[in-house]
């Protein structure tokens, strides 16, 4: 015995037709989306990248900085500078500071730096220039960015290249793993 479509909605009809709706439940519903993550080890590090500026600014370390085209941080092995000169390291990132002034090409090294010791880059060129343009041909960014280069602690060493990679108008920087 079979049952029609029709006989099966009024027997449901019917079984149901006592029940009500149930009770909302006592908890509020979400009315927007989470806020974005916050990066606050990316605002870390630029705030003591402006630390540093401001140290690095206002010391009155007026001293000079001998220039020897080369920097190695004390109880590192001299054979670093060798190799650095060799680039047995592959130069990963370049920065070029041509066209800035001197506060300027500190500001967007110490930036560079940062951000090259978050990504974890070992070792990189930095493009100052021979100072051919400057006033009295003197390489005002060449004393600048050595001087801030020896102070920072990420810097292991640096070594003017060879002259394929910059010569005296770059300096090649092996940074802290």
């Keep these: 015995m079979k049952k029609s479509a029709t ?22 519903e979400p009315y927007r989306n989470p806020p974005p ?3 606050a080890k990316r605002e870390a590090d630029e705030r003591a990248v402006l630390e540093e500026l401001a140290r690095l600014t206002f010391d009155g370390d007026d001293l000079e900085f001998e220039d020897d085209g080369m920097f190695l941080r004390p109880g590192l092995p001299r054979d670093i500078l060798r190799k ?15 066209g800035l002034t001197g506060d300027e090409a500190v500001a967007e090294t110490a930036v560079f730096l940062a951000g090259c010791k978050r990504a974890g ?13 400057s006033p009295g041909r003197e390489p005002v960014l060449k004393r600048r960015i050595r001087k801030l280069l ?13 002259s394929i990679h910059g010569g005296s108008g770059a300096v090649v920087v092996l940074l802290e793993a």
Excluded: M, Y
């Design 121 to 133: 880059v070992r070792c990189v060129r930095i493009v100052h220039g021979k100072g051919l343009r």
């Design 150 to 162: 020896t102070r920072r602690d990420e810097v292991l060493a640096f070594v003017e290249p060879r």
């Design 7 to 28: 006989e099966d909605s009024q027997i449901f009809r019917e079984a149901v037709r006592d029940v009500s709706p149930l009770a909302p439940p006592n908890r509020v």
């Design 37 to 39: 993550p916050h990066p």
């Design 84 to 98: 650095l000169r060799r680039t047995h390291w592959v130069i990963k990132d370049t920065l070029d500071l041509h």
